[in-house]
T-cell receptor, first 113, second 113 residues
Framework: DGGITQSPKYLFRKEGQNVTLSCEQN?????MYWYRQDPGQGLRLIYY???????QKGDIAEGYSVSREKKESFPLTVTSAQKNPTAFYLC????????????FGPGTRLTVL | DQQVKQNSPSLSVQEGRISILNCDYT??????FLWYKKYPAEGPTFLIS?????DKNEDGRFTVFLNKSAKHLSLHIVPSQPGDSAVYFC????????????FGTGTQLKVEL
């Protein structure tokens, strides 16, 4: 089945440690996105990539980094510079055939202790 | 600056009745609007969308209405079913904006028996 996978579902890290969240898709989509959701808030865009080897900052990129070496993969690193890293992280991809509909993975809950 | 607003954090409706979820936006450059449904600890799923050249789009029990002059859109669900209980997010995008989505803060819909 085609889809977006994010692993792991739950992740715990100590304060000050960098952590990388995985996002893989087999939908052959060019564009991929990372969002963060906090309680009572909408999804906020962290980074996005419209094509391999290219990515742009979203609205809240500080303290995060990404890479896009393969079409299928768009990992997100939460660095120690991110002030409030505990959140629910969502990865999405977009089909060029559909105007702006993005398809989301199941998410990763990151808790920094 | 919240460009997409969902002013009702929650809504309770009886099964079989109509659910109406509202969304307002401030950026007149937005020209495409989407509704997503989200269950706890899962990624959002796309429901329905509408282009700014239309004022209504219908898909089964779901209808989205767009009032451009008021910068307002609404999602109607009729008849409402218990399985519709979820958080609903409104999202907006604009042509040339990198296909980025700007999300509202969500409305928790509860459909009661």
């Amino acid at each position: 089945d085609g889809g977006i996978t994010q692993s792991p579902k739950y992740l715990f890290r100590k304060e000050g440690q960098n952590v990388t969240l995985s996002c893989e898709q087999n939908l052959n989509h060019d564009a991929m996105y990372w969002y963060r959701q906090d309680p009572g808030q909408g999804l906020r865009l962290i980074y996005y990539s419209q094509i391999v080897n290219d990515f742009q900052k979203g609205d809240i990129a500080e303290g995060y980094s990404v890479s896009r070496e393969k079409k299928e993969s768009f990992p997100l690193t939460v660095t120690s510079a991110q002030k409030n890293p505990t959140a629910f992280y969502l990865c999405a991809s977009r089909s060029p055939r559909l105007y702006n509909e993005q398809f989301f993975g199941p998410g990763t809950r990151l808790t920094v202790l | 600056d919240q460009q997409v607003k969902q002013n009702s954090p929650s809504l309770s409706v009886q099964e079989g009745r109509i659910s109406i979820l509202n969304c307002d936006y401030t950026n007149s450059m937005f020209d495409y609007f989407l509704w997503y449904k989200k269950y706890p600890a899962e990624g959002p799923t796309f429901l329905i969308s509408i282009s700014s050249i239309k004022d209504k789009n219908e898909d089964g029990r779901f209808t989205v209405f767009l009032n451009k002059s008021a910068k307002h859109l609404s999602l109607h669900i009729v008849p409402s079913q218990p399985g519709d209980s979820a958080v609903y997010f409104c999202a907006a995008s604009r042509t040339g904006g990198g296909n980025k989505l700007t999300f509202g803060t969500g409305t928790q819909l509860k459909v009661e028996l």
